[in-house]
Structure formats: C-alpha cells, structure tokens
C-alpha cells in the first residue's frame, strides 16, 4: 500500500544515518562515530534495531576495534625511539675489561710535527764498492774448492788451490834470481876486501857491484810479479802460500777472499780448468746495501745527495731510514729518468739484495693541528673513520686525511685535537661493527 509521508521521512533518516555512522567508522575507527549511530539506532528502535545507544558504544570500541586505541604519549615514543637509534647508528658496545682483553690502545689526537714525503719504488742492492768478484789471475786447474756458496768467509780465507804452470815459471823465476843475487853478493864482498888491501884492481870491485846490484834488480822484479797475481814465493804441501819456496810444490796458487763477506756467486769446480780472468767468485759484504730507486725528471729537485729517506719492505713490516748517497747526473735516453741510490746498514741481514722497496724521500716537517696514528685510521663504508671513545665503547667516526708522516697522519675535518680513539687494534672495532651490521641486515 502506499506510504505516507511521513514513513518515507523516516526510511531516508535510517539510510542517511546509516551511511553516516559508516563513515565515522572508517573514517576514525574511533567511538565518536559509534555513538552517534547509537543514538540514530535508539531513535529507530521500531525497525528492529533493538540495541540501546551504551551497548552499541561499547560493541564498537570492543570489537570494531580489537586492538587498544594509541595515545598520544605512546606514539611520540614509537616516534623517538628510530630518531634515538639514529643519532649513533654505529656504536660499538665495549666494557673496558673487554677492551683490555682485545689490546685496544686509546690515545689523544693533537698537534705534531709532519713531515711530507714522495714515494718511489725501488730496489734493495749489493753494494758495489763491498762487493768483490774474486778471478785467481793465473790459468790453471783447480786442485781443491774447500769455499761453498752463500759461506760466511773471511779475509784470508783460502777459497780455492790452483794448480797452474804459469805460476811455476814465476817462482822459479825468482828463485834463479835470488840465487843470482847470493852469488853476486858474495863476489862483491870478496872483490871489495881484495880492492881495500890493494889486491885486485879496482875495475874487478866495481863489476862485482854492478853485478850484484843487477841480481837485486832481478829479485825484485820477479817478487812483484808474484806480488801482482797475489802469489807469494812459493806454496806448502796444504794449499798455503809459504815464503821460502822450499818442501812444496811451486805451481800451486791459493785463491783467497779479498775481505770479509759472503759468497753469492761460485762458478768452479774441482779439477775444472780456469782462465786467469775468470769470474769464479763473488762476494759481497751485506752488512752495507744500496737502495736503488729512479727519479723523474720532474722530481729530480726534491731528491738531493744527504736528502733524508725512509725505506719500507714491500714484504714485511721492516724500516729504516739513510740518506741520499747518490743522485746520477745523467738522464737515461729511453727511460729520462736519472737513478739514485741510498746506502743502508744492515747488520742484521734484514735488507736482501732483489727485495722490492718503498723509497720515501722526506720534506721539511710541518707542524700540524690534528694528528692520529695511522694504524688508527680505517675504511668504513668506502670512507676514512676513526673510532672515538665514547660513554660503553666506540662510535665510529668518519675524517678526512691530509699528509702522512710515517706512523702519523693528519686529520683535516672530523675529528678535533683531544679527541680520545682507539690507536692500537682498531681493526678488531672495524671486524665487531661488520658483525653488528651483518646481524641488523639479517
């Protein structure tokens, strides 16, 4: 049948405060919205909304809403909290037992002397003017080679016995000579008592001079014959030079080492045949080497003899440090680089001839705001950081680098003098944040 005005009033005021409570809910999932559909309910009881406007209140912030509306104070919190985390996203935890027990070093940034450098590659070198390479001077066959290779020998050392026939000629040489020479002295000892008591002529005292003084002329140059092949006058029945030539036999040549020093070459053998120029041995006295390294043209006028270097073992932790010994006038044609080399003390055989160096010729020092150890300094996230002491352990510092001076480096932004970091170990910081970063991302 049909409506009446004022029903149809009333079925457009349900639908419209149906679609409004609708709204409020999703809109706010808040109560306010749940009471006023309540309310509309109560209102229109007759159309089966028999539910009074507190239980329907409480229906929808029950179960409308399972979860317990937030309150302001609880979402500022949850907002803080990532800001709190962010503010020291890289901290590392420590107590000081614990950085006791890892050998961690803590020291204080500040002013320091730095002085700059140039680096150049180079390499560790005999020192030609200890090194030695031994020829026996006379051709022949070695009869015993008691000297092996890489030897400690020293000065005198018989390195090897020679049998040569040059060498016999030699010594019997001078032995003729030194026969010639007795003879001769006692005919003129005899011809001058003979002039002095008016016996002989005087023309027979002055030939028996001339005489005698042209034997001693024969010694002596037979002697320095020998002397010049560093023979003596003759040789014993063990390999050693004897002065008497007697009860050995004459053709044997010892080979001797010219001074203190190691063998690093050998190049004979028993009853091998030699050349009297024959490089058989070197030696090489260690306990001095070269550096040797090339310099640019461009960066001849910062390497100056006396310059101050400090070398580094490209293979170890080894330094030291010299002075520029030699810088070459000339520039190589192909190269146009000049070399220059630095003289090291190496008593304790640290320095190996064919070990690859790192040259570093030194500036004058510059005194500097902000230094850090240079251990200290390591690579986090592709950047220059230093881990700086703070309140339970390390936070991870980001810097920039300026000159290096050796075991200091230079800090231009990041850090400020009297700053306190992690000198000693820091790479074990660096290993402990990589294990934190890992376990987040994970």
């Known amino acids: 049948m049909a409506m009446s005005k004022q029903q149809r009033a009333a079925v ?26 309540g309310h509309e309910h109560g209102e229109h009881a007759e159309q089966g909304e028999h539910v ?51 050998g961690i070093g803590i020291a204080t940034a500040g002013p320091a002397p730095l002085r700059g450098s140039v680096d150049f590659p180079g390499e560790i070198r005999f ?8 020829v026996p001077r006379v051709a022949g066959v070695a009869q015993a080679v008691p000297a092996n290779l890489g030897e400690q020998v020293a000065k005198g050392q018989v390195l090897a016995v020679i049998a040569s026939t040059a060498l016999a000629e030699q010594r019997s040489e001078l032995l003729a000579a030194q026969r010639r020479e ?58 050693k030079d004897g002065k008497d030539g ?17 063998i690093v070459e050998k190049h004979l053998s028993l009853g091998e045949a030699v050349k009297e120029d024959a490089s058989v041995f070197t030696i090489s006295d260690l306990s001095s080497v070269w550096a040797e390294f090339v310099v640019s043209a461009r960066d001849l006028d910062q390497v100056r003899v006396g310059e101050t270097v400090r070398i580094r073992s490209t293979a170890s932790e080894s330094q030291a440090e010299g002075k520029v010994s030699y810088v070459g006038a000339l520039l190589g044609e192909q190269t146009r680089t000049a070399k220059a080399r630095v003289t090291l003390a ?3 055989m640290a320095w190996r001839p064919g070990l690859f160096v790192t040259v570093s010729v030194l500036g004058a020092a510059t005194q500097v705001p902000v230094t850090v150890a240079a251990d200290a300094v390591q690579q986090v996230d592709g950047s220059s950081a230093v881990f700086v002491a703070v309140p339970g352990g390390f936070a991870v510092q980001p810097v920039k680098t300026g000159r290096s001076g050796g075991k200091l480096v230079e800090i231009t932004e990041g850090l400020q003098a009297g700053a306190r970091y992690a000198a000693a170990n820091s790479f074990i910081l660096k290993s402990e944040l990589g294990k934190a970063s890992a376990g987040h991302e994970h």
Do not use: M
């Open 346 to 348: 190496n008593p304790g």
């Open 52 to 102: 009074d406007h507190a239980e329907h209140d409480d229906h929808d912030h029950g179960h409308a809403h399972d979860k317990p509306a937030a309150t302001p104070a609880s979402a500022a919190a949850a907002a803080a909290a990532p800001a709190q985390a962010a503010d020291q996203p890289h901290v590392i935890k420590l107590t000081p037992e614990q950085v006791q027990q890892a």
């Open 182 to 239: 007795a003879l001769a002295r006692a005919t003129y000892a005899r011809e001058k008592t003979l002039w002095q008591e008016k016996i002989s002529a005087e023309q027979d005292y002055q030939q028996a001079r001339t005489a005698l003084e042209e034997a001693q002329i024969a010694v002596q140059n037979a002697r320095q014959k020998l002397e010049a092949i560093g023979a003596s006058q003759g040789a014993g029945k063990d390999g």
């Open 246 to 262: 007697k009860g050995g036999s004459l053709n044997q040549f010892a080979l001797r080492a010219p001074f203190d020093g190691i």
């Open 12 to 37: 457009v005021a349900i639908l419209v405060a149906g679609l409004l409570g609708g709204a409020a809910i999703l809109f706010t999932g808040k109560g306010g919205g749940s009471g006023e559909a």
């Open 127 to 134: 020192n030609d003017d200890r090194t030695a390479h031994v």
